[in-house]
């Protein structure tokens, strides 16, 4: 069989399983109502948590950063692209998330990848949580070190694995808010576990940033934790900010070796200026609670509406909410369902969750208003 013969095989196998990707354009900007094949849609797939993408603070922030700075940076941070903005970013984070330093990546999926190979040798282990997002688990098949997955938020199951090494060196990564069941690691546990048998722990908080904490500094803040000593924090800046990036946090020992190792911040350009000063705009709004606290009573808008309504769902609190269809024809019969009545719903098939699991992922924002939330139970019911 040639390649292409191949290749066209596959393409044809996804098809048949009902398991084809397919970019589907959406012709405006993003927020709560976008335009999709000419038609607009309520939108329940976006991860703008706080409904910040297209404000018009991060808006302005962006059109005063390019007529200061330009487009784009030119060069890595480490040739000449580190300019002022990103510097000041860091610096805010920091001081967002209480670590001693911050880092800036170009996203958070480039961050996930560099964090495990800059700390790690062929000699080592990184352990993480079973359902752990793709970007962490690529980092483990890119690591040199080996490489175990312990059962879904199973900390006792963590416990044996790390008792059981015999690796000079263990890393234990884990999602925050987990992007598809969106339910939330037990942080505290695991932090306490690697403090004792001194081993870091890298908590990715990509869905946990901007919506969870007395501040929304994330899931360790909710868990009254900081990333400090052997904690690592990873934080996306596109979801709940509304921007673009990442950063990691922690004490200044382990971020300095990044610097110095991190093979996706030493060989890739620093984000576009404008992106960095529309970050820090979109930092200062976090703060303010009112945002978060609208977004959490949608949340219980819904799951008291679905649960009334007889509507399954998944275990969360968070803005991720999800019904298991199981069959991945099924999840994606659903979807174009709500998609005829006016609702973007993403089905979520393998190899994004198990099999067995195919989903529609509800996302809920701070912007979508409450009849928006009720009309959609209602076309889930039916």
């Not at 868990?223 to 990442?246: D, E, H």
């Not at 969360?316 to 994606?332: E, N």
């Not at 009849?371 to 076309?379: F, G, K, N, P, Y």
């Amino acid at each position: 069989m040639s390649f292409r013969e191949s290749i066209s095989n596959q393409y044809q196998q996804r098809l048949d399983s009902g398991l084809l990707r397919e970019l589907k354009t959406v012709e405006s900007a993003q927020g709560v109502i976008v335009n999709r094949g000419g038609r607009q849609l309520i939108n329940f797939s976006s991860n703008d948590y706080l409904g910040l993408a297209n404000s018009d603070e991060l808006k302005a922030a962006a059109q005063e950063a390019v007529t200061k700075w330009g487009v784009g940076a030119a060069a890595s941070h480490l040739v000449c692209g580190h300019q002022s903005p990103h510097e000041s970013l860091e610096s805010d984070i920091a001081t967002f998330v209480d670590a001693e330093k911050a880092i800036v990546f170009s996203s958070g999926y480039m961050a996930n990848l560099a964090v495990p190979s800059a700390f790690l040798s062929r000699h080592d282990l990184l352990l993480q949580d079973k359902l752990n997002h793709a970007s962490l688990i690529d980092a483990g098949l890119l690591c040199r070190a080996s490489a175990k997955r312990y059962r879904h938020l199973d900390v006792d199951h963590a416990a044996e694995l790390i008792k059981q090494a015999d690796e000079p060196h263990l890393m234990l990564a884990t999602d925050g808010v987990f992007s598809m069941n969106g339910n939330v690691a037990e942080v505290k546990a695991l932090a306490k576990l690697c403090d004792h048998e001194n081993r870091l722990l890298l908590v990715d908080d990509a869905h946990g940033f901007g919506v969870l904490g007395e501040n929304g500094a994330g899931t360790l803040e909710q868990a009254g934790l900081k990333p400090t000593g052997q904690t690592l924090m990873i934080g996306t800046l596109s979801k709940a900010v509304g921007s673009f990036g990442a950063f990691v946090a922690g004490d200044s020992i382990w971020i300095d070796h990044l610097i110095q190792h991190a093979r996706p911040y030493i060989y890739t350009t620093a984000l576009p200026p404008a992106i960095v000063e529309a970050t820090r705009a979109s930092l200062c709004m976090i703060r303010e609670p009112s945002r978060r606290e609208k977004l959490h009573e949608n949340v219980a808008l819904f799951r008291n509406v679905a649960t009334e309504n007889g509507v399954e769902l998944l275990d969360s609190q968070t803005p991720i909410q999800s019904v298991v269809f199981g069959s991945p024809t099924d999840a994606v019969h659903a979807s174009e369902r709500l998609e005829r009545q006016g609702f973007l719903v993403v089905a979520i098939r393998p190899p994004t969750v198990p099999e067995g699991t195919s989903r529609l992922r509800i996302t809920l924002s701070a912007a979508h208003e409450t009849s928006q939330i009720e009309r959609l139970v209602e076309a889930l019911v039916a």
